[in-house]
């Protein structure tokens, strides 16, 4: 009988979790509810990568802020040379 008790609560407890369980994600962006929207997301996404090309100070800044935490070695001078490789410099050219 005491096992059957066991086997009863263990599928009670586990038919209410699943019964509980949402299989849809959800989040949200407190504060920033906009930048949900994808086509916000992708002209922000497109102005942070015009600002990395024409921006000499902005460029600067987004190295430093991430890269500077980087202290594993020789890997500070990758993440730095990663901006010139997906990001190529536009302001020299002229």
Request: charged fraction near 20%.
């Amino acid at each position: 009988m005491r096992k059957f008790a066991a086997i009863v609560f263990a599928l009670l407890v586990a038919g209410f979790v699943v019964h509980n369980a949402n299989a849809q994600m959800s989040y949200s962006v407190r504060g920033y509810g906009h930048r949900a929207d994808p086509q916000v997301n992708n002209y922000l996404s497109a102005r942070y990568d015009h600002l990395l090309q024409v921006s000499p100070r902005f460029r600067r800044f987004r190295m430093w802020k991430e890269c500077h935490i980087i202290t594993w070695p020789g890997l500070r001078p990758e993440c730095i040379a990663s901006f010139d490789q997906y990001e190529p410099v536009l302001y020299r050219a002229y």
